[in-house]
T-cell receptor
Framework: EPEVTQTPSHQVTQMGQEVILRCVPI?????FYWYRQILGQKVEFLVS????????KSEIFDDQFSVERPDGSNFTLKIRSTKLEDSAMYFC????????????FGQGTRLTVV | GESVGLHLPTLSVQEGDNSIINCAYS??????FIWYKQESGKGPQFIID?????DKRQGQRVTVLLNKTVKHLSLQIAATQPGDSAVYFC???????????FGSGTRLQVQP
């Protein structure tokens, strides 16, 4: 069964450093998303991406965040200058059709900022 | 802002019993709802969805009920199994948006 894959599974970084979280969405999917989940809290929407541009973003997704689809398979989330409060599980998700919203999620990257 | 929330943080059931997990939402502009299952250390796994023009949808051992009048969503799991133990989230989408808004989650514990 096709799945969304994310790397690394765990990333530890120093406060102020830049991190790039990587995702390979399901191959024939068109919409890509990043969500995050702070430990013990709800899953929160960050951004959606379609046709090589951001289609929607939340207030969490400020200027320190950016997304990119550098090639035909990868989808990345960059956090420019990490803060302690950026520590969370980051989930990538994708959907096949523009009308489908039941996104398929990856296993997540646990980001720990120290 | 508007939010999706859950009534019960933890639900404990006996194996073989039916489980009902509830969710209240407050955004009347929501037109699509999903239930996700999240096991420890894994990402949310799609279980079943329902659109606002329906009030019931059935899957394999699962049924989702939607009551738009009282803005209530429930997930029924028939013959609950130990493998059903997980945290269950409801999520909703507002018309015209792509983002899903997740609820707080209910932990389902299945006792053998």
């Amino acid at each position: 069964e096709p799945e969304v894959t994310q790397t690394p599974s765990h990333q530890v970084t120093q406060m102020g450093q830049e991190v790039i979280l990587r995702c390979v969405p399901i191959s024939n999917h068109l919409y890509f998303y990043w969500y995050r989940q702070i430990l013990g809290q709800k899953v929160e929407f960050l951004v959606s991406f379609y046709n090589n541009e951001i289609s929607e973003k939340s207030e969490i997704f400020d200027d320190q965040f950016s997304v990119e689809r550098p090639d035909g398979s990868n989808f990345t989330l960059k956090i420019r200058s990490t803060k302690l409060e950026d520590s969370a599980m980051y989930f990538c998700a994708s959907t096949q059709l523009t009308t489908e919203i039941g996104a398929f999620f990856g296993q997540g990257t646990r980001l720990t900022v120290v | 802002g508007e939010s999706v929330g859950l009534h019960l943080p933890t639900l404990s059931v006996q194996e073989g019993d039916n489980s009902i997990i509830n969710c209240a939402y407050s955004n009347s502009a929501s037109d699509y709802f999903i239930w996700y299952k999240q096991e420890s250390g894994k990402g949310p796994q799609f279980i079943i969805d329902i659109r606002s023009n329906m009030d019931k949808r059935q899957g394999q051992r699962v049924t989702v009920l939607l009551n738009k009048t009282v803005k209530h969503l429930s997930l029924q799991i028939a013959a609950t199994q130990p493998g059903d133990s997980a945290v269950y989230f409801c999520a909703e989408r507002e018309t015209g948006r792509r983002a899903l808004t997740f609820g707080s989650g209910t932990r389902l514990q299945v006792q053998p």
